[in-house]
Nanobody
Framework: QVQVVESGGGLVQPGGSLRLSCAAS????????LGWYRQAPGKQRELVAG???????NYADSVKGRFTISKDNAKRTVYLQMNSLKPEDTAVYYC?????????WGQGTQVTVSS
């Protein structure tokens, strides 16, 4: 059973923007906090942004001020607006609950920041 479907990734130049979307099942959307994670080649997966059911947000220091997480409850969709992208933001981006549940990982969406 598919729990999440991420989309919106692509190739963008440094300084550019992308908006990622995550359509989630009701099970995942009912978790208290939802998050966007990323995994760069050769690195561990890391949490970059989270949003609670009440709309409170938190961010990793590396993306603070550049990324914005939001959600649409009616659509059961979580978004990640990424601005001022840097080459070090290149990674596969995933959404999941916070803390993550192993069985809920989707296929992710590739973000490549390169000139």
């Amino acid at each position: 059973q598919v729990q999440v479907v991420e989309s919106g990734g692509g190739l963008v130049q440094p300084g550019g923007s992308l908006r990622l979307s995550c359509a989630a099942s009701l099970t995942i959307f009912n978790f208290y906090t939802l998050g966007w994670y990323r995994q760069a080649p050769g690195k561990q997966r890391e949490l970059v942004a989270g949003i609670t059911s009440g709309g409170s947000t938190n961010y990793a220091d590396s993306v603070k001020g550049r990324f914005t997480i939001s959600k649409d409850n009616a659509k059961r969709t979580v978004y990640l607006q990424m601005n001022s992208l840097k080459p070090e933001d290149t990674a596969v981006y995933y959404c999941n609950s916070v803390p993550a549940v192993a069985g809920y990982w989707g296929q992710g969406t590739q973000v490549t920041v390169s000139s």
